[in-house]
């Protein structure tokens, strides 16, 4: 496209020419054809190309015989795609100024673009005829014959190189590209340097060798090519994505994250920074950051399965009525999309509206009657408002169409048994669940409850086992557990049972059932208990390691290290403690044969006082691994009125959380000082403490857990 000033001087220029001997009327006429053109130009540079067609149209009306309006507006016609009404433009340009190679080469180019090839070389070889010297029309003739004849366009390209140093820079383009068409990477990448050295400026050369560089595998290369274009070009968004793009290949995920944060920065709603920058902060866990550079896309109004990744990105970040929001957005926009309806009806039901979630589901299966996640969800959400009547008949369409469907089977089979309803039936169904699918703990849990309520305690018992040996961090299943050992006269079982449902997270109705039960038992009684609880959710780990910080203060000063703590059954426990870049500093080990300890120095601290603190930890920390510590029966369970209860046991004292559900710390009779335990992770119903402390008069020490993988015994690893 022209300059405004190129085409207002064009058209000063052609009413100076034109208005010299004109008559008064054809002045008048070629001052119309001014205002037109005129107007033309700046509908043209605002973007309204065929507005400005029609006033170039004009124009020529007013003076049909000015040859530039005709070359502009057959320019024009041939960039908005106007073929037809190019090709008579430039047949009437021919007609008013046939001598002109301009004029030819223009013919040259509108019969290109219709595919005349034959025709626009007969063109540009004229056009040459008459200016043989043209650099436009040796570069329009050879670009025609780069794939047609290309030893003949090459050969034009040289020659316009030696006679014109001034087009040099667009002749080694074309050249470049015939050897790149041609497999000849290297003689294309030399061409372009070539033209880069006459035009270090040039765009499409730096663009067409970084991307050689990049066809050809040169990573480096290309990226240092791309950033020399970013230097003339430093606003262009596209640009800084794919260099940002070529880093985060590379592996640079920080200098990557850096080009596509300076992309956002220029343009907040470019869709590629916006979605790699999401999918950085998924990586990261980072929900909300995710949630935020997402839904700057402006790829969000023409992608639904955008929406509805902004949309998990909020239930994510804990946000379920941006979730919600979105998704009703997207179903405006897109009201016949299935999964967009799908999911917003499971926003509807996570957000208390199960009646818009009822109604939302039936449209989508009205629509798309074999969608079974639809149907099976729909099942579900009436069965949670008591509507079972409704739900049962979804799911006996499910089976009625795949009859082997083990979650369907296991849902209309659980479903039953809990309202009491057809148990033989009910009971049926979740064994084919089970024999289809024999490990998974919640069919198992539900042939376990299905036994249960006919009275079946001893099986109901060996099959809850069964289940809670699968999924041992399922409270459901510790909580049916517990009922099937009351049901069979096992307090004691009981007891132990909800108390796992109640740490896990279980109901308010679980600890109800745990209270009642613990009143049911003296202090000894219940103090073996605690210990059998405790070594359960606590003490059996075959094996741990992990990342870990050791933090202590003796006497007043202070210390910290990176370790690595190691343990593995019946009782090897190390530390290993490591200076910068991971470098072993000491180590200390406990096993059968005791305490092995590299010298520590600490300025101004008894190396003696320092042995007896790590000998007094990691002792402690042993027992409480390998589960001795909650081996020491007898035991009686004590609780003060204005404290949480505790057990004595063996001569300790072990404290319990003020829930009582784990242990917080206890007191050693071979150690000065108590040992504290908190910050836990929940670890396959298992309790795994990410701090370790022994505070004493003058001192303390500290272990912390980093990233860890733990083993238990009878299996699960993290």
């Known amino acids: 496209m022209r300059t405004l000033l190129a085409a207002v001087l064009g058209v000063v220029a052609l009413v100076v020419v034109s208005s010299a001997s004109a008559t008064p009327a054809a002045t008048t006429a070629i001052k119309a054809a001014q205002r037109e053109y005129l107007r033309g130009t700046l509908l043209e540079h605002r973007g309204d190309l065929a507005g400005a067609f029609e006033s170039y149209e004009a124009a020529l009306a007013a003076d049909p015989a000015s040859a530039y309006i005709c070359h ?26 046939g001598q002109s190679a301009k004029a030819h080469v223009l013919m040259g180019r509108v019969l290109w673009a219709r595919d005349e090839a034959s025709g626009a070389q007969a063109a540009f ?38 006679k014109d140093p001034d087009e040099a820079g667009e002749a080694y383009y074309q050249i470049a590209k015939m050897d790149y068409d041609a497999g000849r990477l290297d003689s294309a990448i030399s061409r ?46 596209a640009l800084i994505d794919h260099i940002g793009d070529i880093y985060f290949l590379k592996g640079e995920i920080t200098e990557a994250r850096a080009r596509f944060m300076a992309a956002r920065q220029l343009q907040p709603s470019d869709a590629f920074s916006s979605q790699w920058l999401a999918t950085d902060a998924e990586r990261q866990g980072d929900w909300a950051g995710a949630a935020e550079y997402l839904g700057s896309s402006s790829a969000l109004a023409d992608d639904p399965s955008l929406n509805l990744r902004l949309s998990y990105y909020h239930s994510q970040a804990g946000r379920l009525g ?26 509807y039901d996570d957000s208390k509206q199960a ?45 009625a169409d795949k009859p082997d469907d083990a979650a369907v089977l296991n849902y209309l089979g659980y479903s039953l048994v809990d309202r009491g309803l057809k148990l033989q039936e009910a009971q049926a169904l979740i064994e084919e669940a089970v024999r289809l699918v024999p490990t998974n703990a919640a069919y198992l849990d539900s042939l376990g409850w299905a036994l249960f309520k006919q009275g079946r ?62 009143r049911r038992f003296n202090a000894e009684e219940l103090g073996d208990l605690y210990l059998e609880y405790l070594a359960q959710v606590h003490g059996r780990v075959a094996k741990l390691s992990s990342v870990c910080r050791v933090e202590g203060e003796v006497l007043g000063r202070r210390f910290a290290y990176d370790g690595l703590l190691s343990f593995q059954r019946p009782g090897e426990l190390s530390l290993d403690i490591l200076g910068p870049l991971f470098v072993p500093l000491f180590r200390v080990h406990l096993g059968v044969e005791g305490l092995a300890m590299d010298a520590i120095r600490i300025e101004g601290v008894d190396p003696e006082i320092v042995r007896q603190a790590v000998e007094s930890l990691l002792s402690a920390l042993r027992e409480y691994l390998c589960g001795d510590l909650f081996a020491l029966k007898p035991a009686a369970y004590r609780k003060g009125w204005w404290s949480q209860g505790w057990l004595e046991a063996g001569g300790r004292r072990l404290d319990l959380d003020s829930q009582g559900q784990r242990l917080a710390g206890m ?18 119903g298992h309790a ?28 699960g690893v993290r």
Not at 148 to 158: G, I, M, T
Not at 331 to 339: E, F, K, L, M, S
């Open 72 to 97: 502009e507006a057959a320019e024009l016609a041939l960039e908005i795609g106007s073929l037809d009404k190019a090709l008579a433009l430039a047949q009437r340009l021919l007609k008013m100024d």
């Open 125 to 162: 070889e004229e056009a040459l005829k008459i200016d043989p010297q043209s650099a436009e029309t040796i570069l329009s003739l050879s670009g025609l014959l780069a794939e047609r004849e290309p030893d003949k366009a090459r050969r034009l390209l040289l020659q316009l190189i030696e």
């Open 192 to 237: 372009l340097k070539s033209g880069i050295a006459v035009e270090p400026d040039s765009l499409p050369l730096r663009y067409a060798l970084a991307q050689a560089y990049e066809t050809r595998a040169s990573t480096d290369a290309a990226l240092s090519e791309y950033l020399e274009i970013l230097k003339l070009d430093p606003g262009n968004v």
């Open 322 to 347: 941006d979730a919600v929001r979105t998704l009703e957005g997207a179903h405006q926009r897109w009201p016949a999309n299935d999964q967009i309806a799908y999911f917003l009806a499971l926003g």
């Open 355 to 399: 009646e818009k979630s009822v109604g939302l589901l039936r449209q989508v299966l009205e629509v798309k009657p074999d969608f079974r996640e639809a149907r099976y969800q729909l099942g579900a959400i009436l069965e949670k408002l008591n509507r079972f009547d409704e739900a049962e008949k979804e799911f006996r369409r499910l089976l």
């Open 457 to 518: 305690s001893t099986e109901a018992v060996a099959g809850l086992q069964r289940a809670a040996a699968r999924g041992p961090e399922d409270e459901m299943i510790w909580d049916h557990l517990g009922d099937a050992y009351s049901q069979a006269g096992d307090a004691a079982s009981a007891w132990l049972a909800w108390k796992r449902c109640v740490f896990l997270g279980g109901s308010r109705a679980s600890l109800r059932k745990a209270a009642q039960a613990q």
């Open 667 to 684: 007191q050693l009779p071979a150690i000065k000082g108590k040992i504290i335990v908190d910050d836990f992770d929940k670890v396959r």
């Open 688 to 715: 795994i403490f990410r701090k370790f402390t022994l505070a004493g008069l003058g001192y303390a020490l500290t272990i912390r857990l980093g990233q860890f993988k733990v083993d238990f015994v009878g299996g």
